[in-house]
Structures are given as structure tokens and as C-alpha cells.
């Protein structure tokens, strides 16, 4: 019988993922065994941090806008903001409120203050 030679398909795939390993240190970027774990592990750990990563924006931004917004008022929360927002229907998601409460808290205060005066009028008519 012949000698079969292996062809370049699993060299060509093995070397796809030492370059995915190459800034891993030790084994993980030298043996394909474990290269081939930590590769998993590594895209494991990305996938699931995306969605944490969502996560910790999201109440970074609920924090600066809630600490801004009380300096205002004493009453006046975050939860209360946001209620009068979609009372109001504006398209102001949290990301961009974040930003004017950094960048310019008397633009803040200005949008807060004009919600207000229109969901308290709005609500006085609708008693009357």
C-alpha cells in the first residue's frame, strides 16, 4: 500500500487559530489543544461581557442623569423624569439625556423644568 500524505487542510486550520492565540501567553499560544480551549473560553467571555457591558452603560447613565436631575429639586427623581418623558412622548433615551446632564446641566434643568410645567397643566385641565 501506498503512503497517503496529509493534505494542508488541517495545517491551514491550525495555523487560523495559533494566530487567534498569538497574543496568549505560555501554552495557551503554543500547544493546540489548549489553544484551542482558551479560543473557546476567550469567545465565551466576549459574548457574555457584550451584554454586561449593556448593562453597566445603562446604569452609568441612569446615575449621572438621577444625580444631576436631584440637585434640582429635592422631589424631583430620576423615576419621576423619565414618567413625565413618556407622558410627554419625547425621544430622549438615556444615553443622550447623559450626555446634556455632563456637558450641560442648565439644558438639563430646561427640559425638566418645561415637562413639568406641561404635564402639570395638563393634568390641571383634565380635573377641571
Known amino acids: ?48 461581557d457584550r451584554d454586561k457591558q449593556k448593562r453597566n452603560f445603562r446604569r452609568l447613565w441612569i446615575t449621572r442623569i438621577n444625580a444631576v436631575i436631584r440637585e434640582t429639586g429635592v422631589s424631583y427623581s430620576y423615576s419621576k423624569l423619565i ?27 430646561m427640559i425638566s423644568n418645561e415637562i413639568r410645567k406641561k404635564v402639570d397643566s395638563k393634568e390641571y385641565t383634565g380635573i377641571i
Open 1 to 48: 500500500m501506498t503512503r497517503i500524505k496529509r493534505g494542508y487542510i488541517a495545517r491551514r486550520r491550525r495555523t487560523k487559530i495559533r494566530l487567534f492565540a498569538s497574543s496568549f501567553r505560555g501554552a495557551h499560544s503554543r500547544l493546540t489543544r489548549t489553544i484551542t480551549q482558551q479560543k473557546i473560553r476567550a469567545l465565551v467571555s466576549a459574548h457574555r
Open 83 to 109: 414618567h413625565d418623558l413618556y407622558k410627554r412622548e419625547l425621544l430622549l433615551n438615556r444615553k443622550i439625556l447623559a450626555q446634556i446632564a455632563i456637558s450641560n446641566k442648565n439644558c438639563l434643568y
